[in-house]
């Protein structure tokens, strides 16, 4: 097995149990490769594994975030896979962050992700892109397009994932939970949110 293939096994393997990167590596040699006899002997060896305890994120933390006009207010509920990297200070420090793009961002997301917007809400935004189009006379082959274009922004102003974040807006949220997962080394799960204005 080439070097680059047994790195990826490594990755993998640590992806799935949350067992450090070494421990993997000697557990993957020992079972020659194989995967799943690999994941045997590190529970063989009393290590704990995050697939086999979980299944995905359970621990995390809730953050609050008041505007200082005291007219904007933000919960926010993001899940990791232990407590430690609930408390470490880049989790936290992330999370917060999160909880101010919320408050000050415009339009307010309303969903965490696409998959989180109802299919007839998207159907009625396809059916107004495409009336557009046909108003504007564009060809039935490009109309397609358009409305995909279009969909694909309507999923940056309502999805918190896929907003341009607002302290670096060439920067998605999305990319700073990625680089929070990197840093921790755990499945991150932006959970829920609740955003609270005066008056709307």
Do not use: W
């Not at 067992?19 to 063989?44: F, M, T």
């Not at 232990?82 to 992330?94: I, K, L, P």
């Amino acid at each position: 097995m080439s070097t680059a293939s047994f790195n990826e096994l490594v990755k993998k393997l640590r992806e799935e149990t949350g067992i450090g990167i070494l421990d993997c590596k000697k557990a993957l040699q020992q079972a020659n490769g194989d995967l799943e006899k690999a994941k045997l002997i590190l529970r063989e060896q009393g290590k704990e594994l995050f697939a086999s305890r979980t299944g995905e994120a359970k621990q995390g933390r809730v953050e609050a975030y008041i505007h200082h006009n005291g007219r904007v207010g933000v919960l926010i509920e993001m899940d990791c896979q232990t407590d430690f990297a609930a408390n470490s200070e880049a989790f936290r420090e992330a999370l917060k962050d999160l909880a101010m793009h919320i408050a000050a961002a415009y339009p307010p997301p309303q969903y965490i992700k696409p998959e989180d917007i109802p299919p007839d809400v998207i159907e009625r935004e396809r059916e107004v892109y495409r009336h557009q189009a046909e108003q504007e006379g564009k060809p039935a082959h490009v109309i397609e397009k358009i409305v995909e274009g279009k969909i694909n922004s309507f999923y940056t102003q309502v999805c918190l994932l896929k907003q341009p974040f607002i302290k670096d807006p060439k920067t998605t949220v999305e990319d700073i939970v990625g680089e929070l997962t990197n840093k921790v080394g755990e499945t991150i799960v932006v959970r829920r949110f609740a955003r609270f204005e005066v008056g709307k």
